[in-house]
């Protein structure tokens, strides 16, 4: 196998950033693609392109221009039909064109995990406006989630506790979607224990999972992740057994290599699919400490055929996120030596290097590893809280 690989990533986030260190440190040359210039991800790959990826002449041509081995999507707005066309043309889309059209929208991959798989999904419907969206959460019930069926970090998603707030949800959802389908889900709140994400690796050899990761949201975005968190050994063989089986679905006409987020709901011993990602996850950065292969080396390894472990472990750790409060173009970070000051087994901080910050962005996070997971988690929002972002202006 050829091992110097061309690889062209599609979104340049933090994500992004670690996949291209993970992929570069395997001999890999990688083009950091985004919206705007100086994206994370761009900073340690060795070329980048700046447009639109829901531009899909702007996202040829530079599929033409560079000709990749591999192309990486990290975000979700992408103009998917081009991607469907590439392949068909013979270009490796990883993990494949079908897994990136089914999970660009909320609404086509539950109904394959619902509909064609038989999962244990929670009771759903689709909405375009807002009498739709009244009928709908006439058939979920009180209270429901609207979000919608294409976003990211769960920007748009809202909690409704009965009628009156049906208005302001859709017009959130609809404030905050992504693409040109306006279009919402509508479903039945899960009254969970917790929530996980199972983090599944399709590779050469087979199927490999991660320790559970469980995380905490607010504004339907991760806050904190901790690995492992406590399952029952029946309720992690449901959860892995629905995993491997959607992400088999995904596979399409290309391998279909790669990591997989793959979220749940937990309720005693029943485990509810809620979302998936065919990419790293963001409650995965957990594993930048708590794993020595992370799961950006996992996803390098992954799609660029080289040898997985068929085994993962994972010592106590967490994540803690720190956040911009506001816009701006000139700022720095202060109390990061008090950060790492914490005391625990390892205790780390990563900046994203986002030129610009906006109220609730994610500009870095911290790290811990200890005894436990939750004394973990206290070390890592410890950790997060010393962190503090300085305005310039």
């Not at 950033?17 to 991800?41: H, M, N, Q, T, W």
Request: charged residues 25%; aromatic residues 8%; glycine residues 8%.
């Amino acid at each position: 196998m050829a091992f110097t690989q061309k690889i062209l990533l599609l979104g340049s986030g933090e994500l992004g950033r670690e996949f291209v260190i993970s992929a570069k440190r395997l001999g890999a040359y990688v083009i950091a693609c985004d919206a705007y210039d100086d994206a994370p991800a761009m900073q340690v790959a060795d070329a980048r392109e700046v447009f639109s990826m829901l531009d899909g002449e702007a996202l040829r041509r530079v599929v033409e221009t560079h000709q990749p081995d591999l192309i990486v999507p990290e975000i979700e707005a992408i103009r998917t039909e081009v991607l469907g066309e590439l392949e068909s043309e013979g270009f490796n889309i990883v993990p494949s064109a079908r897994a990136t059209q089914l999970t660009m929208n909320r609404d086509r991959i539950r109904d394959v995990a619902a509909q064609e798989l038989g999962l244990t999904t929670s009771i759903y419907r689709y909405a375009e406006n807002l009498e739709e969206v009244r009928a709908a959460a006439g058939r979920t019930g009180f209270p429901c989630v609207i979000k919608p069926v294409m976003s990211s970090s769960g920007k748009g998603q809202s909690k409704v506790d009965d009628a009156s707030g049906l208005q302001e949800a859709w017009d959130y959802a609809v404030a905050n979607m992504r693409g040109d389908r306006i279009r919402v889900i509508v479903e039945q709140f899960i009254d969970f224990d917790y929530e996980i994400t199972l983090l599944t690796v399709r590779h050469a050899g087979g199927i490999t999972f991660c320790p559970a990761i469980g995380h905490r949201q607010e504004r339907g975005d991760y806050q904190e992740s901790w690995q492992p968190t406590p399952m029952s050994n029946a309720a992690i063989a449901k959860a892995q057994e629905m995993a491997a089986k959607v992400v088999e679905a995904l596979k399409g006409e290309g391998r279909g290599w790669g990591l997989f987020g793959v979220e749940f709901f937990v309720k005693g011993e029943e485990v509810i699919f809620s979302e998936l990602s065919p990419r790293p996850h963001d409650t995965g950065m957990v594993t930048l400490i708590s794993q020595d292969l992370t799961e950006f080396d996992l996803h390098a390894r992954a799609i660029m055929g080289l040898p997985v472990p068929d085994e993962i472990k994972a010592r106590p750790s967490a994540s803690a996120v720190v956040l911009a409060d506001r816009e701006s173009a000139s700022f720095t970070f202060e109390g990061v030596a008090d950060a790492l000051s914490e005391q625990g087994d390892i205790v780390d901080v990563r900046i994203f290097g986002k030129p610009t910050t906006r109220p609730y962005r994610r500009m870095a996070v911290a790290l811990a590893s200890a005894a436990d997971a939750d004394e973990a988690r206290a070390i890592a929002k410890r950790a997060a809280d010393a962190v503090r972002i300085a305005y310039r202006d």
